[in-house]
């Protein structure tokens, strides 16, 4: 079988990008492990393959459509660039839109690596000779994290748009200050399940990311939760062996005080920083274009 045989689209299904507008995306789909993956894909014309291609990761618990990502595809596509928007899987079979928390939460951070990874082969498959890897909010993180551990000659560089932090001590405040109990008490009531060798064992849980009274298995609430400096973005980025744009805002109440923990990676050449001013976490309205505006040079350089 070869590469674009085992990475053929299920279906391709036309829809509009938003209403109003001309240009169209088509929905493609993958199987993994007998899930299928959904992601929304806007080439660049008939000869996109030669041209740079943004695989876009969406943040904690949203989607491939949600409104920074469908804002930013089409603003790409106005400027000529070709995008694929994925929506990761979540251990959900033909996902759309957010997840439901009511839901079992089955599903890991690192989930998301081999997600980012099945469709870089997708795009090989395809014909594209130049990947960006972008990724927003928790996809940041993911996405720098498949960048520093899963390297591939095809990717060229890699844009993080208000990517996650991380610091245990705030993790664990927040925590308790959102749910009213120690994050350690759930902790080690999954790492006893674990150890059991029940990772897939459930725990009703007080909170579990923005859910609350959640259920989820053990192993997700360790994937999550467990002290784990890799999920800290910024830790990560100068050990990326490509060029890293990083995009903050002043406003941002997400990921506060982002500028000025980059501004010494940016003052040592590590990375690409732009801020913008009076933007929030999400980029809204006019904003999305000054991100677009700092994306195309740095990807068409």
């Known amino acids: 079988m070869t590469l674009i045989q085992r990475f053929a689209l299920i279906s391709i299904i036309p829809l509009l990008v938003l209403a109003g507008v001309q240009a169209q995306a088509s929905e493609v789909s993958l199987d993994q492990a007998g899930l299928k993956l959904n992601a929304s894909w806007m080439p660049a014309g008939e000869e996109w393959q030669s041209g740079p291609v943004l695989l876009m990761t969406h943040g904690t618990l949203a989607h491939g459509r ?49 997600e980012i990874g099945l469709w870089l082969q997708w795009l090989k498959a395809q014909g594209a000779e130049q990947v960006v890897l972008l990724g927003h909010s928790r996809g940041g993180n993911q996405t720098a994290w498949f960048a520093l551990e899963r390297d591939d000659p095809v990717v060229k560089k890699v844009v993080l748009i208000a990517p996650l932090t ?35 064992a459930e725990i009703k849980t007080s909170g579990f990311i923005y859910c609350a009274d959640a259920t989820a298995t053990a192993d997700a609430v360790l994937s999550y939760y467990k002290p784990e400096p890799r999920m800290d973005t910024p830790s990560l980025m100068p050990k990326i062996d490509k060029p890293v744009l990083v995009i903050a805002a002043t ?34 309205d006019l904003y999305a274009d000054e991100v677009v505006e700092a994306i195309q040079p740095f990807v068409e350089q």
């Not at 790409?76 to 939460?105: E, K, V």
């Not at 000025?260 to 809204?284: N, S, Y």
Request: proline share 3%.
């Open 66 to 114: 949600m409104e920074i990502m469908a804002t930013l595809q089409q603003l790409f596509s106005d400027a000529g660039l070709s995008s694929l928007s994925i929506t990761l899987g979540l251990g959900q079979s033909d996902r759309h839109g957010m997840y439901d928390c009511a839901t079992l939460h089955t599903h890991r951070h690192t989930d998301a690596l081999d």
């Open 166 to 200: 991380w610091d245990e001590q705030a993790e664990a405040g927040s925590y308790e200050k959102r749910y009213g109990e120690p994050v350690s008490k759930l902790l080690a009531q999954a790492q006893a399940q674990v150890d059991a060798g029940k990772g897939n």
């Open 251 to 284: 406003n941002d109440e997400s990921v506060p005080g982002l500028p000025d923990r980059l501004a010494p990676l940016a003052e040592q050449g590590e990375i690409e920083l732009v801020v913008i001013d009076g933007a929030d976490h999400f980029f809204r």
